[in-house]
């Protein structure tokens, strides 16, 4: 475990969202290392004795209390200067961001122990949503005092310097399937990681599998027990909480594209052509930008929901859809200078296909908002 020293701030770079600003620059110059599939590790040293480990832990738990407004500035910011490890930072980040939300509105006290620790430690979650959704995945087998976990969990970002899986399974009842909510240390012994991230984009998060073969649980750490296969409120939380703040990664990773893509258009006279490629390329991108203010307002008023759930979820399509469309008609618009990795057009555009593999994806997401319209049932929608 890297615990970086604590270091003073000035108070303008208390803000999250300024300190991500001052970080970028050399986050920027190190992501051509990270595109050989290095994990962002030196990034991580620079988060932590920033203070924006803990920035989304509430004041009273020792925290900066950022909400997730600041928290999707922050990670919008890092997208624009290294892809990578704005998606690895947002999966640690939304894992905070939850039990802190849940904290400041719901009272939910026991909470507050692992806050605490993410902000007097600054330990980095680590999260297998990637792997875990409604369904839940892994099998927990009933042992004396607690559960036996074997499991395999993919895209686990940021794994190589993970202190605390937040992870689930499954328990075979007898009234059926139930999932398990539950952290594991990454430094147990029963826990490894099978270093098979070799990727499109996005090939410095450390998304490794990690793998459970029989650590025990015991039943008091057990955070959570829902019916899998079923919506549950907390994944309502998750879903208000997690998408606009991932999925501003996103938005600054095509950012960033457009910014190059507009340097190298300007070196060269434009024909009405061009001019219509980068108009188009403005529009998708505005798209983008009010879809993802969506998801924040949708998040910020703090109403978890089915309803909020389909808001976000439609949301997450129309970013997702649209940095796509943008990013692809940077390359477009700038021609073959696009093509040569130096540019950092191509790595933009590889990074930025990570859009379309988070849940939930437009089937389920329109399966989902069809049968909201038509007052159906969506328990099982996902």
Not at 131 to 155: C, L, M, N, P, Q
Not at 265 to 281: D, K, N, S, T, V
Request: hydrophobic content about 45%; proline content about 5%.
């Amino acid at each position: 475990m890297i615990i970086a020293a604590k270091i003073d701030q000035p108070e303008q770079f208390r803000d999250p969202l300024a300190i991500a600003r001052s970080l970028g620059p050399g986050f920027a110059a190190r992501a051509g290392e990270a595109d050989d599939d290095a994990f962002v590790a030196a990034n991580y040293q620079e988060l932590k004795a920033s203070g924006l480990v803990e920035a989304g832990v509430p004041t009273d738990l020792g925290g900066g209390g950022a909400g997730v407004g600041d928290l999707c500035a922050m990670i919008r910011e890092l997208g624009r200067h290294c892809g990578s490890t704005a998606l690895a930072f947002a999966m640690h980040t939304h894992q905070v961001a939850i039990p802190a939300w849940r904290w400041t509105h719901q009272q939910a006290a026991p909470v507050a122990p692992l806050l605490k620790r993410v902000a007097a430690e600054r330990i980095v979650l680590v999260s297998s949503g990637g792997s875990d959704w409604i369904e839940g995945s892994g099998r927990a087998e009933k042992v004396e005092g607690g559960y036996r976990i074997t499991a395999r969990k993919a895209f686990a970002s940021g794994a190589p310097v993970g202190d605390l899986l937040m992870t689930s399974a499954v328990a075979d009842e007898p009234d059926g399937p139930w999932v398990l909510h539950f952290g594991v240390p990454m430094s147990a012994p029963a826990v490894s990681i099978a270093p098979v991230w070799k990727a499109l984009g996005m090939r410095g998060t450390g998304s490794h599998d990690v793998l459970i073969d029989g650590h025990v649980v015991p039943d008091a750490a057990i955070a959570l027990r829902r019916k899998s296969g079923e919506w549950h409120m907390l994944f309502h939380i998750i879903s208000m909480i997690a998408f606009p703040i991932i999925y501003a990664a996103y938005l600054g990773v095509a950012e960033s594209a457009r910014e190059i893509a507009v340097g190298l258009g300007r070196r060269r006279a434009p024909g009405a052509h061009a001019i219509e490629l980068f108009g188009r390329m403005e529009t998708e991108l505005s798209a983008a930008r009010y879809a993802h203010a969506a998801m924040i307002a949708a998040a910020e008023r703090g109403t978890p929901s089915p309803e909020t759930t389909g808001e976000i979820m439609t949301a997450r399509v129309l970013v997702g859809r649209h940095v796509l469309a943008a990013v692809e008609l940077a390359m477009e618009a700038a021609g073959g200078a696009a093509f040569y990795r130096d540019a950092g057009l191509e790595r933009r555009f590889r990074d930025v296909q990570g859009a379309r593999y988070h849940p939930m994806r437009p089937g389920a997401q329109e399966d989902f908002v069809g049968r909201l319209a038509l007052g159906l049932d969506v328990s099982r929608s996902f």
